[in-house]
């Protein structure tokens, strides 16, 4: 505006070269600096409205517009899991799925073919197979299934550990035995199974018993003359206030070719009536003798669990 004062400017030399849009002096814009700046503003807005074209669009609570917002992600800047990264995505779930029999599927597979899969892997040790599991003893040398539902005695494992620390005592024989600390030398089970909060009349067991070698069933005759010998001498001796009825015997044979005796009989006392299923195998020095019990009134009820008890048990 005219008269005001504009502010004081530096000198500028008569041969110093003029810029058109920097220069101290004023003068008039030729067409090659109109030329500039419509190419600068034209450049200027094509960057702007490329920004714009990348930019997310604000979000929206409609659905549609939040399903259009997340195809704009996917088609500006994300990036779809890789083929490779889904299959072994999907295969640790199955995984886990399977391994930790969840819903029971791994239980469902596995007893398609009636189990015969899970026992050659022994995969019925760890997931229930058609109701059952499989204790497995690599160590003695035996398998058979039981119940899923059935638990571990734990009272044997108890007892094992009182009996090693008293053979591992350093008293003197005679202090030993008057403390009850004498090594008898009874076979007892090395593990049992039974239903959960039961009394225990109801369990499967197991004992593997050294004897004397060379030893086998044949010597003892058929399977009905080891029975009848078994009842009268460790079942229900003479004078034991027991009756013991021998009920069947059978015999069979591995795929090893490992003997086995199987008897059923009944024992009968002032104080308990049992139903019983034996079965009987040697090898390596070592009686082994599975026993299935259970309370006489109970059995026809419970007989369909408890067969297939005695007949999976095996010698390894």
């Known amino acids: 505006m005219r008269g005001m004062l504009r502010p004081a400017q530096a000198p500028v030399h008569p041969l110093a070269p003029v810029h058109p849009f920097t220069s101290a002096r004023p003068c008039a814009a030729t067409p090659s600096a109109r030329r500039v700046q419509r190419r600068l503003r034209r450049l200027s807005a094509e960057d702007e409205q490329s920004r714009g074209a990348?930019?997310?669009?604000?979000?929206?609570?409609?659905?549609?517009?939040?399903?259009?917002?997340?195809?704009?992600?996917?088609?500006?800047?994300?990036?779809?899991?890789?083929?490779?990264?889904?299959?072994?995505?999907?295969?640790?779930?199955?995984?886990?799925?399977?391994?930790?029999?969840?819903?029971?599927?791994?239980?469902?597979?596995?007893?398609?073919?009636?189990?015969?899969?899970?026992?050659?892997?022994?995969?019925?040790?760890?997931?229930?197979?058609?109701?059952?599991?499989?204790?497995?003893?690599t160590n003695t040398g035996y398998e058979f299934l039981y119940p899923s539902p059935w638990l571990v005695d734990q009272r044997l494992f108890r007892r094992a550990a009182e009996q090693a620390e008293k053979r591992r005592s350093l008293d003197p024989p005679a202090l030993r035995a008057q403390r009850g600390g004498e090594d008898r030398r009874v076979a007892e089970p090395q593990v049992a199974y039974g239903p959960p909060g039961t009394s225990g009349e109801e369990n499967v067991s197991i004992i593997a018993a050294p004897i004397q070698s060379p030893f086998s069933l044949e010597s003892l005759g058929s399977a009905e003359e080891a029975g009848q010998r078994f009842l009268s001498t460790t079942v229900a001796p003479e004078g034991s206030g027991r009756e013991a009825k021998l009920l069947s015997a059978s015999e069979r044979r591995d795929e090893q070719g490992t003997l086995y005796y199987s008897i059923e009989f009944t024992v009968r006392s002032p104080t308990l009536y049992r139903h019983n299923l034996s079965v009987y195998g040697s090898r390596g020095g070592l009686l082994y003798t599975l026993n299935v019990q259970c309370p006489e009134a109970k059995f026809a009820a419970e007989e369909a669990l408890l067969r297939p008890?005695?007949?999976?048990?095996?010698?390894?």
Do not use: H
């Open 309 to 316: 008890i005695s007949e999976s048990f095996r010698i390894l």
């Open 54 to 137: 990348t930019e997310l669009p604000e979000r929206n609570s409609n659905p549609r517009m939040q399903a259009e917002e997340a195809t704009d992600f996917v088609k500006w800047g994300g990036t779809l899991p890789s083929g490779r990264r889904a299959v072994i995505g999907g295969l640790t779930g199955l995984g886990i799925a399977l391994v930790g029999n969840l819903g029971g599927l791994s239980s469902f597979l596995l007893s398609l073919d009636g189990g015969a899969l899970a026992g050659r892997l022994r995969a019925d040790v760890l997931i229930p197979v058609r109701g059952y599991r499989r204790a497995l003893n």
